[in-house]
């Protein structure tokens, strides 16, 4: 049981909008950034978004992070067949003094 | 470029030892926090420790506390996990990881290696 909560699983056609989500509570998301992560298929993760809504250069502008109170969301527009792998969020939590993840989102591209 | 290779995974019996080793390049390795990071086959990500640029700060998940111990070696620009009294749920891909920030802070995980993989089972 993960610390952070997400759907397990996601989905969209070539060119739309999905959503990824990220639920955590006052220790975590509601008093530290919130980090997102892709993670490819055989490949080691990558991260796409810190401090809630940043983008490190070379991650491309359809992906959008934000935060709000205790929850976190991954917008992925323009949808692509590469988008397709594990997305997971992450934050330090202040109650356990270490770093905790979601559960992972495995996105589809149909 | 940031480079880091893990090294030191293999199969060992419940209640062994194993050391991993991270070779880092491509950057100050010095002045950066670093971590492991692990992923059992088939799930998802769990943080397992973190060391500050001079060691002085070091934090471990609860599963790994007792257990486990990070180090590094500035000189060398490498990154250690003693591993010890392991068990089969231990069993995973761990990476090593570059922290964005400098110091004794931890930012986000801004690189990763490829990973090493530690079975543990008899």
């Known amino acids: 049981q993960s610390v952070l909560t997400q759907p397990p699983s996601a989905s969209g056609t070539p060119g739309q909008k999905v959503t990824i989500s990220c639920s955590g509570s006052s220790p975590n998301i509601g008093s530290n950034y919130v980090s997102w992560y892709q993670q490819l298929p055989g490949t080691a993760p990558k991260v796409l978004i810190y401090?809630?809504?940043q983008r490190p250069s070379g991650v491309p502008d359809r992906f959008f992070g934000s935060k709000s109170g205790t929850s976190a969301s991954l917008v992925i527009s323009g949808l692509r067949s590469a988008d397709e792998a594990d997305y997971y969020c992450a934050g330090w939590d202040d109650s356990v003094n270490g770093w905790v993840f979601g559960g992972g989102t495995r996105l589809t591209v149909l | 470029e940031v480079q880091l290779v893990e090294s030191g995974g293999v199969a060992v019996q419940p209640g062994g030892s194993l050391r991993l080793s991270c070779a880092a390049s491509g950057f100050n390795f010095d002045v950066y926090t670093m971590h492991w990071v692990r992923q059992a086959p088939g799930r998802g990500l769990e943080w397992v420790s973190y060391?500050?640029?001079?060691?002085?700060?070091?934090y471990y998940s609860d599963s790994v506390r007792g257990r486990f111990a990070i180090s590094r070696d500035n000189s060398k620009s490498s990154l250690f996990l003693q591993m010890n009294s392991l068990r089969s749920e231990d069993t995973a891909f761990y990476y090593c990881?570059?922290?964005?920030?400098?110091?004794?802070?931890?930012?986000?995980?801004?690189?990763w290696g490829q990973g090493t993989l530690v079975t543990v089972s008899s």
């Open positions: 060391i500050s640029m001079d060691g002085s700060t070091i």
């Open positions: 401090r809630d809504n």
């Open positions: 990881t570059k922290d964005y920030c400098r110091g004794s802070t931890s930012c986000y995980f801004e690189s």
